[in-house]
């Protein structure tokens, strides 16, 4: 569908099915939905929790806390955490009924997204005030980031093929080197552990063309456990770049007749991900795991004369693959072997003809160790090989070579609780970064515990940075980072979790685009001469209430360029989401605030603050089949997460599911 410029910016007109948008209004509680229900989770003690059963978006909350890997390398309740540690279950995903990542993950606490148009488009995650090359993304573990521009593909990794999210929020590279400034954000499929063989399907339709449908099958049987799950999405899109405001930007260039091209940019995507495991005698499981996605993306180029027939797209391609066996080589002593691959693909055509192509790998085994010293008392220690490769058309480069070692220790002694990591990685391009975590926390009552994390981080420069023709400098220095954080977090049980922290994150070093001296503003190169800092309070809660299932998430900070004094690019400095959900027999309702303060856009453009609200529900016609329906941007809010990208007005959708 077309879209329609207005104010400062444009989007895709409303939907039509306005009967869906009837019902959700009228719904008693049709406001936010719950992206944290509190659900026991069984899990594996070494290093990859189990899925949830295929039912999960009916599943009631339990007072358990799920149990997480990513917060400390190890198997720990997310309540005994020290970094922030939060969980998107399956049942979480069901409910929400988002389409993307950037949809799932833009309510969480301390995250934020900027986007360059609809679904498909390349998305920024910043994590307090933390730029998304220095976010972690990991698919099973596996790190998928491009290795050339060092952030990954999160547009195209669609939510069929998830089955939960670990979200740590704050300095980590002590556990997994470099990228891990800002946190992690640790993506699990599904596996098919813990319930028996299934299969499930479902289609959607909706406003712009939209359609999608997947496919899965799973479950366990005796000591084997497998899943298989493919989707193809596929949608018209609406107009990315605003071209009004392209052109009062760009008069001399639009007078000679470039641009971009006004129509809708289309987006599709094919996806697919497997699992199979088997447990052996004597506490031994081995299996492999492999996940990919292409996706191709209709842009808008202003480099092109801006005409209904301009071709512009980017084919991208992701898989991930993984062999891994983890064991016991003594009582107390538990190893984990994992040998893996990423691929990040990427190719562009202007107007039909080539244009570029950057495919980066991360080839990275792992060996990792936990010895229990006595109850409550553990010792991590292992290794990381890691390889990056890249083959690009813009420019050749030599491979990279990653040795690391860590360690760490995790203990508690009554009311008091330590965690202690560190790690060392040499880089074939610029030798050893040492990096450290160290967290303590106190129990003042069974439920109340505060916390105080000290840590520093690198950050190793991009193959861009280093080797860009005209741009890159092979020179370059990691960028350091120094943390702290105090917390206090009290444990309801069924009422959940509130957890309030105020941070402090020291850049320095930090790599940006610099003018050289005398070429008249027309040559950059990447220099090591920024500095920054990002202060700021988090407060996240998520629990049930009467039947109610509640959230909140606020932010508060001051994400600052010390060279500058200004404000850190597309980073607010307030921004909060509310949801609720309840369900009421067969159906079930639920909706989301999501609120932003104004941010700075290429330091000299300020975007708006916003408020949105996304409405769903869901009715259980039986135990097998089920109908959803959710609006997007139900009051039609002009707003923009990038200059000067439009993004989606008010939508609606419609999603028929079968279970077996």
Same mark, same amino acid.
């Given at each position: 569908?077309?879209?329609?410029?207005?104010?400062?910016?444009?989007?895709?007109?409303?939907?039509?099915?306005?009967?869906?948008?009837?019902?959700?209004?009228?719904?008693?509680?049709?406001?936010?939905?719950?992206?944290?229900?509190?659900?026991?989770?069984?899990?594996?003690?070494?290093?990859?929790?189990?899925?949830?059963?295929?039912?999960?978006?009916?599943?009631?909350?339990?007072?358990?806390?799920?149990?997480?890997?990513?917060?400390?390398?190890?198997?720990?309740?997310?309540?005994?955490?020290?970094?922030?540690?939060?969980?998107?279950?399956?049942?979480?995903?069901?409910?929400?009924?988002?389409?993307?990542?950037?949809?799932?993950?833009?309510?969480?606490?301390?995250?934020?997204?900027?986007?360059?148009?609809?679904?498909?488009?390349?998305?920024?995650?910043?994590?307090?005030?933390?730029?998304?090359?220095?976010?972690?993304?990991?698919?099973?573990?596996?790190?998928?980031?491009?290795?050339?521009?060092?952030?990954?593909?999160?547009?195209?990794?669609?939510?069929?093929?998830?089955?939960?999210?670990?979200?740590?929020?704050?300095?980590?590279?002590?556990?997994?080197?470099?990228?891990?400034?800002?946190?992690?954000?640790?993506?699990?499929?599904?596996?098919?552990?813990?319930?028996?063989?299934?299969?499930?399907?479902?289609?959607?339709?909706?406003?712009?063309?939209?359609?999608?449908?997947?496919?899965?099958?799973?479950?366990?049987?005796?000591?084997?456990?497998?899943?298989?799950?493919?989707?193809?999405?596929?949608?018209?899109?609406?107009?990315?770049?605003?071209?009004?405001?392209?052109?009062?930007?760009?008069?001399?260039?639009?007078?000679?007749?470039?641009?971009?091209?006004?129509?809708?940019?289309?987006?599709?995507?094919?996806?697919?991900?497997?699992?199979?495991?088997?447990?052996?005698?004597?506490?031994?499981?081995?299996?492999?795991?492999?996940?990919?996605?292409?996706?191709?993306?209709?842009?808008?180029?202003?480099?092109?004369?801006?005409?209904?027939?301009?071709?512009?797209?980017?084919?991208?391609?992701?898989?991930?693959?993984?062999?891994?066996?983890?064991?016991?080589?003594?009582?107390?002593?538990?190893?984990?072997?994992?040998?893996?691959?990423?691929?990040?693909?990427?190719?562009?055509?202007?107007?039909?003809?080539? #244009?570029?192509?950057?495919?980066?790998?991360?080839?990275?085994?792992?060996?990792?160790?936990?010895?229990?010293?006595?109850?409550?008392?553990?010792?991590?220690?292992?290794?990381?090989?890691?390889?990056?490769?890249?083959?690009?058309?813009?420019?050749?480069?030599?491979?990279?070579?990653?040795?690391?070692?860590?360690?760490?220790?995790?203990?508690?002694?009554?009311?008091?609780?330590?965690?202690?990591?560190?790690?060392?990685?040499?880089?074939?391009?610029?030798? #050893?970064?040492?990096?450290?975590?160290?967290?303590?926390?106190?129990?003042?009552?069974?439920?109340?515990?505060?916390?105080?994390?000290?840590?520093?981080?690198?950050?190793?420069?991009?193959?861009?940075?280093?080797?860009?023709?005209?741009?890159?400098?092979?020179?370059?220095?990691?960028?350091?980072?120094?943390?702290?954080?105090?917390?206090?977090?009290?444990?309801?049980?069924?009422?959940?979790?509130?957890?309030?922290?105020?941070?402090?994150?020291?850049?320095?070093?930090?790599?940006?685009?610099?003018?050289?001296?005398?070429?008249?503003?027309?040559?950059?190169?990447?220099?090591?001469?920024?500095?920054?800092?990002?202060?700021?309070?988090?407060?996240?809660?998520?629990?049930?209430?009467?039947?109610?299932?509640?959230?909140?998430?606020?932010?508060?900070?001051?994400?600052?360029?010390?060279?500058?004094?200004?404000?850190?690019?597309?980073?607010?400095?307030?921004?909060?989401?509310?949801?609720?959900?309840?369900?009421?027999?067969?159906?079930?309702?639920?909706?989301?605030?999501?609120?932003?303060?104004?941010?700075?856009?290429?330091?000299?453009?300020?975007?708006?603050?916003?408020?949105?609200?996304?409405?769903?529900?869901?009715?259980?016609?039986?135990?097998?089949?089920?109908?959803?329906?959710?609006?997007?941007?139900?009051?039609?809010?002009?707003?923009?997460?990038?200059?000067?990208?439009?993004?989606?007005?008010?939508?609606?959708?419609?999603?028929?599911?079968?279970?077996?």
């Amino acid at each position: 569908m077309r879209s329609q410029t207005r104010g400062s910016g444009s989007r895709a007109p409303s939907s039509p099915l306005r009967p869906f948008v009837a019902a959700l209004c009228a719904a008693p509680l049709a406001i936010p939905f719950a992206v944290y229900s509190v659900q026991a989770r069984a899990t594996d003690a070494a290093a990859e929790p189990a899925a949830a059963a295929a039912d999960t978006a009916a599943a009631p909350a339990t007072t358990l806390a799920p149990v997480v890997v990513s917060a400390s390398r190890t198997a720990q309740a997310i309540t005994e955490t020290l970094p922030a540690t939060t969980v998107v279950t399956r049942a979480d995903i069901d409910n929400s009924q988002a389409p993307d990542l950037r949809t799932l993950l833009r309510g969480q606490a301390g995250l934020e997204l900027a986007a360059t148009g609809g679904m498909g488009s390349n998305t920024t995650l910043f994590m307090r005030g933390a730029n998304s090359d220095q976010v972690l993304i990991l698919v099973d573990g596996m790190r998928i980031g491009s290795v050339s521009s060092g952030t990954a593909q999160l547009a195209n990794i669609l939510p069929d093929q998830i089955d939960h999210i670990e979200i740590v929020r704050g300095n980590v590279s002590a556990l997994y080197g470099s990228d891990a400034i800002g946190g992690v954000v640790q993506i699990f499929t599904r596996s098919g552990a813990g319930h028996v063989p299934a299969a499930n399907a479902q289609i959607e339709y909706g406003s712009n063309n939209t359609r999608q449908g997947s496919v899965g099958y799973g479950g366990q049987v005796g000591d084997t456990s497998f899943n298989i799950t493919g989707s193809a999405f596929k949608t018209d899109g609406f107009s990315a770049i605003n071209t009004a405001q392209w052109n009062a930007n760009n008069p001399r260039r639009a007078a000679l007749g470039f641009g971009p091209n006004p129509n809708d940019n289309p987006y599709e995507n094919q996806s697919v991900s497997g699992q199979i495991k088997h447990r052996f005698n004597g506490g031994w499981d081995a299996g492999f795991s492999g996940y990919y996605s292409h996706g191709r993306l209709s842009f808008d180029s202003s480099s092109t004369l801006g005409r209904p027939t301009d071709d512009n797209r980017t084919d991208s391609d992701l898989y991930t693959i993984s062999a891994f066996a983890n064991g016991k080589l003594l009582p107390d002593w538990a190893t984990h072997f994992k040998l893996s691959q990423s691929e990040d693909r990427s190719t562009t055509t202007l107007n039909g003809a080539f #244009n570029s192509r950057f495919n980066t790998r991360n080839r990275q085994f792992t060996w990792q160790n936990e010895y229990a010293l006595a109850p409550n008392h553990t010792l991590l220690f292992g290794t990381d090989l890691l390889r990056q490769e890249i083959d690009s058309s813009a420019y050749n480069a030599p491979a990279r070579n990653v040795v690391s070692v860590f360690g760490g220790y995790e203990g508690r002694i009554g009311a008091h609780q330590l965690q202690l990591n560190a790690r060392n990685d040499h880089y074939s391009d610029f030798g #050893n970064q040492a990096s450290y975590f160290a967290g303590y926390g106190f129990n003042v009552t069974p439920a109340l515990k505060l916390i105080a994390n000290a840590s520093d981080a690198f950050h190793a420069p991009t193959f861009n940075e280093l080797y860009y023709p005209n741009f890159g400098q092979p020179n370059l220095k990691p960028e350091r980072a120094r943390s702290l954080e105090a917390a206090a977090q009290y444990d309801g049980g069924s009422v959940g979790v509130l957890r309030m922290s105020v941070f402090e994150t020291r850049y320095s070093d930090l790599i940006v685009s610099s003018v050289v001296p005398g070429s008249g503003g027309l040559l950059y190169l990447a220099q090591n001469v920024a500095s920054a800092k990002v202060q700021g309070l988090e407060t996240s809660w998520r629990g049930s209430v009467w039947g109610t299932d509640l959230g909140a998430s606020v932010t508060i900070q001051n994400p600052v360029n010390e060279g500058s004094n200004t404000q850190l690019i597309r980073r607010a400095r307030r921004y909060a989401s509310f949801d609720v959900g309840r369900s009421f027999g067969a159906w079930r309702f639920g909706g989301q605030w999501i609120v932003s303060s104004a941010r700075l856009d290429n330091n000299s453009i300020t975007l708006g603050g916003y408020g949105i609200v996304n409405l769903n529900a869901r009715y259980n016609i039986n135990k097998q089949w089920f109908v959803a329906a959710r609006v997007e941007n139900l009051f039609d809010k002009n707003y923009q997460l990038a200059y000067p990208y439009n993004t989606q007005g008010r939508a609606g959708f419609i999603t028929l599911g079968w279970r077996q």
